[in-house]
């Protein structure tokens, strides 16, 4: 079979498979290496399409990281290695493909709620009549005005084209929220840090 319906009972037939193999070794039946080859790939193939579809089915995009898409990603490889069905190795890519979109709208909002917001002072509103008295009083009193710290930009974002390209980013992800499986909560995140982007910008 090419397709099994069920990958739950993929164990048992492949255990089947080994002990019809082991009973005719222990009475002598005359298998050849040739059978005995193909009774190893049917099994081998059988293994790799079996894990491939528990993986499948039991990571979610919702909570999915790096080390489990490149888990999936190596049963995909070993899967196509072995002979697997396209019907299960197609839909494996699409989904790994999902998981990367949804692991890098992930990581841009990290750098973008990692990026210090940085605070402008209020603007002194001057009344035109007490401008020079105020010129006056200042000429009088020179005070050393405080050195503020240097404001930090992470290394992601000292060239403003990538910052552009982050939030362009972001807005085409956002796009497919629904697809890549991307919460209320996320998305309500994301509009507070692209506002805050704009205003770096």
């Known amino acids: 079979l090419d397709v099994v319906p069920n990958y739950k009972t993929i164990k048992k037939s492949v255990h089947l498979l080994n002990e019809m193999v082991r009973e005719a070794l222990v009475n002598k039946v005359d298998l050849s290496q040739a059978i005995v080859a193909e009774v190893n790939q049917c ?5 790799a399409e079996r894990d491939l579809r528990l993986h499948m089915e039991s ?3 919702e909570g999915i990281d790096e080390k ?3 888990h999936l990603k190596d049963l995909i490889t070993r ?14 890519e699409v989904s790994t ?3 990367s979109k949804n692991i890098q709208a992930k990581k841009i909002l990290d750098r973008f709620q990692a990026y210090p917001e940085r605070v402008y002072p209020e603007p002194e509103i001057i009344d035109p009549k007490k401008k020079a008295q105020k010129n006056k009083e200042e000429k009088k009193v020179v005070k050393k005005k405080k050195r ?4 930090l ?3 992601w974002a000292t060239d403003l084209t990538d910052v552009v390209k982050e939030v362009d980013t972001m807005n085409s992800l956002i796009k497919k929220a629904e697809e890549i499986k991307l919460d209320k909560e996320f998305l309500s995140k994301v509009q507070a840090q692209l506002a805050l982007s704009l205003i770096h910008i």
Do not use: C, N
């Not at 899967?79 to 494996?92: C, D, F, I, L, N």
């Not at 503020?148 to 404001?151: K, M, R, V």
């Open 79 to 92: 899967a196509q290695e072995s002979g697997v069905s396209e019907v299960y190795t197609k839909v494996a």
């Open 97 to 99: 493909e999902k998981m």
């Open 59 to 61: 990571y979610t995009l």
């Open 153 to 155: 930009i992470p290394d």
């Open 68 to 70: 489990k898409r490149d």
């Open 148 to 151: 503020e710290p240097p404001f």
């Open 43 to 47: 099994t081998k193939r059988l293994l």
